[in-house]
């Protein structure tokens, strides 16, 4: 009797600190939305915040998914894409515009009334990543390049007409990663995974103005988020896992910490002075103390792949998809968590 209670004091003493810490994450998972029958990679996301719905690119169902933005259950399946791959919800039209890769390379128009297709538009090979920017109401995509390319192009599409209205062209290596656009839609920042390098695209002139090389050991970087009150853009890094801080006036790196691989996705908390990076197994929270210096607070657990995500302040969530590609046995699903 006196062993079994030495041994339950032991025990608990062993797991109450590990029960405090869990306490102590600063996210918290609140709901999970298990997706049975999928398969492959879910890519990145996007929101309508007024209309509470939340999409999500399915690759291999060759779906773009519709959840409710605060309850986390799937409401509706958008068919008729390739590869779906980055988005953005138009909310003055009620329109979604989608890149489509794969064999498809196009750009796809979906109404969001009858969740159909309504327009496609083709470009070149390596259609991948878009932004859009509110200010001219342009969505920028990546195309024109594929295994082997020099350089590649973002070609501008106005999203009123849906047709192309221009291009930046010459930017170095056969694609790109992650985009950013400032607030005033004068800059967009792209990270330049075939030449190692933080692109700054002028948008008047719609010219490369600079070009930002990473640290000496760093390599194919992903995800991407602007401060531009501290004037500092981030970028996170594959090879190795590493977050990097730029000083936007002067393109000079003020800091670097280690962060999750296989990231693909990363969000600025300004409310709460972090940053979210997310990728396999789990979310790197990172808290800014100033615009110089930064610190490492967490590893949340996610799940297998789950490299997108999106954080939406009003509701201080962030949600990510958990993906399977590589590993059959994998279960996704939507995961959402709630600062803490």
């Known amino acids: 009797m006196r062993a079994s209670l030495i041994i339950c004091i032991l025990t608990f003493g062993l797991s109450a600190p590990a029960l405090s810490a ?6 918290k998972l609140i709901a999970s939305t298990p997706l049975p029958g999928f398969t492959g990679d879910l890519d990145h996301f996007g929101v309508d915040f007024q209309g509470g719905r939340l999409f999500l690119a399915s690759e291999d169902q060759k779906t773009v998914e519709v959840f409710d933005l605060r309850t986390g ?19 003055g039209s009620d329109r979604l515009i989608v890149t489509d890769g794969g064999d498809t ?20 090979p390596g259609v991948d990543h878009g932004v859009y920017s509110p200010i001219d109401k342009n969505f920028y995509v990546e195309n024109g390049g594929g295994p082997g390319s020099k350089t590649h192009v973002l070609t501008i ?23 950013v656009i400032d607030h005033a839609g004068k800059k967009l920042y792209v990270n330049l995974t075939g030449s190692d390098e ?14 930002w090389p990473l640290p000496a050991d760093a ?8 401060d531009e009150p501290h ?3 981030f970028t996170a890094t594959r090879k190795p896992a590493l977050f990097i801080v730029f000083d936007i006036d002067t393109g000079k790196v003020v800091s670097t910490l280690p962060c999750v691989g296989v990231n693909s996705d990363m969000s600025l908390d300004a409310a709460h002075k972090r940053i979210y990076v997310t990728g396999s197994e789990t979310a790197t929270v990172i808290e800014q103390r100033d615009a110089d210096h930064y610190e490492h607070i967490a590893e949340v657990p996610t799940a297998y792949r789950a490299k997108s995500s999106i954080f939406v302040p009003e509701l201080k969530r962030l949600y990510v998809a958990d993906s399977g ?16």
């Open 105 to 124: 390379d196009a750009v796809q128009l979906v109404d969001c009334k009858e969740y159909k297709i309504i327009d496609t538009l083709k470009l070149g």
């Open 231 to 233: 004037h500092r853009l």
């Open 73 to 91: 259950k799937r409401t509706h399946s958008i068919k008729g894409f390739g590869q779906p791959l980055t988005m953005a919800y138009l909310a």
């Open 219 to 226: 390599h194919v970087a992903h995800a991407i988020a602007l």
């Open 22 to 27: 869990q306490e102590k994450l600063p996210l």
């Open 198 to 211: 933080v692109g700054v695209i002028d948008l008047a002139t719609r010219q490369l103005a600079a070009r």
């Open 157 to 179: 599409i106005d999203t009123t007409s849906f047709k192309p209205v221009g291009e930046v062209a010459g930017l170095p290596g056969d694609s790109n990663e992650g985009m």
């Open 325 to 340: 590609k590589g590993k059959p046995e994998a279960k996704l699903a939507l995961q959402i968590f709630e600062v803490q």
